[in-house]
């Protein structure tokens, strides 16, 4: 590779490096999300054997808490699924703005397509994160309710 092309990969590796900061960002948005979907089923798993041993007083509370945890655990699936494809648009979107300049392709609409559904996946991913975590306060209002 000559000097010249070298210098002109530079600015293509200026503009590559806001999609290789999104996908950092959202590799620890998906580890809080992970994390969170692991204790939601350590929760339910936890809720479904006292639910075998309570008396049926409890049977009514840990039925909707667990209802509560099933449809948390899908909203994080939800979540989780449309983070990882925000990555994998983002990571497409790098090799694609790569192809264009190396092949002089006019396919700038390519690349507005695949970035802006990029973003509205995080979106996405970002609503149902945020609905599980109202729903979260809505288990924990459950808990501390006095009978």
């Known amino acids: 590779m000559s000097a010249s092309s070298v210098s002109d990969l530079i600015p293509i590796l200026q503009i590559a490096i806001g999609p290789v900061i999104l996908i950092s960002g959202i590799g620890l948005l998906l580890l809080s999300m992970t994390n969170r979907l692991g204790r939601t089923i350590d929760r339910a798993r936890i809720l479904s054997q006292q639910l075998r041993e309570h008396p049926d007083l409890e ?8 209802k509560i945890l ?3 655990a899908n909203l994080l699936r939800q979540a989780i699924i449309l983070a990882s494809l925000s990555v994998l ?30 973003i509205l996946c995080l979106i996405g991913s970002l609503v149902a994160f945020i609905s599980d975590v109202n729903l979260s306060l809505e288990a924990l209002k459950l808990d501390i309710q006095e009978d």
Do not use: D, E, P, Y
Request: proline fraction near 0%; charge should be positive.
């Open 59 to 66: 049977r009514q509370r840990s039925q909707t808490q667990i």
């Open 70 to 72: 099933f449809h948390r």
């Open 89 to 118: 648009l983002a990571a497409t979107l790098i090799i694609v703005l790569f192809v264009v300049v190396l092949f002089k392709l006019n396919a700038v609409w390519l690349l507005v397509v695949i970035f802006i559904t990029c």
